[in-house]
C-alpha cells in the first residue's frame, strides 16, 4: 500500500542544536514530496517541496531537505533549531500519475529543551 | 490577501447529532480539501473539490460528506456523530487541482481548523 512513514512520534532536541526529522516513503517513482508544519493552534504551514532537479531544496525558517531516490526518503534538516521551531512536522507526497491527493505521514512532534 | 477561513473554530456536539463545517479558500482558489487529523494518525484525506465538482475522495464512511458553492466556499457535513469523530478538521485551499492535467501541485493553503468534540 502507499505510506509515508515518519519513524519518530517525538523528538527532543537542545536549543541551538541540529535537527533531522526522517520521512520515507513507499512508491515506485519518485513523487512530490513536501514537508508542512503545524505550531500550536495553527494551521499547517508549507516548509518546502521538492518536484523536481537539485536534491536539496532549502525552506523557510532556515529548514531544508534532502532527497535521496535511493533510500527514498526526504529529510528535513536544520543546523540550529530555535525554541520557535517547537511544533508537529508532516511530510507529504503526491503521487505523480495519479489526481491531487497528498497522502500524509503521522507526523513528528519537536520538543525544544532550553 | 485572507487566509483559509474555517468556521466554527470550536465544536461540541452529542452521539447521533450531525455537523456542517464551512470552508472560505483564498480568493481565487478553486480547490478545497478537507482532512481529518486525530493524535497518532495524522492527516487522513477525506475529499476534494474543485469547481464544485468532488474530484477525489478518501477511505470515510458515507456520513462524512461535502459539497462547494460556485464561490468556491466549502462545508462538510458529518451526521449521526460517533465518538470517534471528534477530531480537528482542516481544509486546504489550492490554486489548481493536477486531476490529471500533468500540471504541478499547487501549494495548499491551511485554515485552522474546526476542532469537533462528539460527547
Known amino acids: 500500500a502507499q505510506s509515508v512513514t515518519q519513524p519518530d512520534i517525538h523528538i527532543t532536541v537542545s536549543e541551538g542544536a541540529s535537527l533531522e526529522l526522517r520521512c520515507n516513503y513507499s512508491?515506485?517513482?519518485?513523487?512530490?514530496l513536501f514537508w508542512y508544519v503545524q505550531s500550536p493552534g495553527q494551521g499547517l504551514q508549507l516548509l518546502l517541496k521538492y518536484f523536481s532537479g537539485d536534491t536539496l531544496v532549502q525552506g523557510i525558517k532556515g529548514f531544508e531537505a534532502e532527497f535521496k531516490r535511493s533510500q527514498s526518503s526526504f529529510n528535513l534538516r536544520k543546523p540550529s533549531v530555535h525554541w520557535s521551531d517547537a511544533a508537529e512536522y508532516f511530510c507529504a507526497v503526491v503521487r505523480r500519475d495519479s489526481n491531487y491527493q497528498l497522502i500524509w505521514g503521522a507526523g513528528t512532534k519537536l520538543i525544544i529543551k532550553p | 490577501k485572507a487566509g483559509v477561513t474555517q468556521t466554527p473554530r470550536y465544536l461540541i456536539k452529542t452521539r447521533g447529532q450531525q455537523v456542517t463545517l464551512s470552508c472560505s479558500p483564498i480568493s481565487g482558489h478553486r480547490s478545497v480539501s478537507w482532512y481529518q487529523q486525530t493524535p497518532g494518525q495524522g492527516l487522513q484525506f477525506l475529499f476534494e473539490y474543485f469547481s464544485e465538482t468532488q474530484r477525489n475522495k478518501g477511505n470515510f464512511p458515507g456520513r462524512f460528506s461535502g459539497r462547494q458553492f460556485s464561490n468556491s466556499r466549502s462545508e462538510m457535513n458529518v451526521s449521526t456523530l460517533e465518538l470517534g469523530d471528534s477530531a480537528l478538521y482542516l481544509c486546504?485551499?489550492?490554486?489548481?487541482?493536477?486531476?490529471?492535467?500533468?500540471?504541478?501541485?499547487?501549494?495548499?493553503?491551511f485554515g485552522q481548523g474546526t476542532r469537533l468534540t462528539v460527547v
Open positions: 512508491y515506485g517513482a519518485t513523487p512530490y
Open positions: 486546504a485551499s489550492s490554486l489548481i487541482s493536477v486531476g490529471g492535467t500533468g500540471t504541478q501541485p499547487g501549494k495548499a493553503f
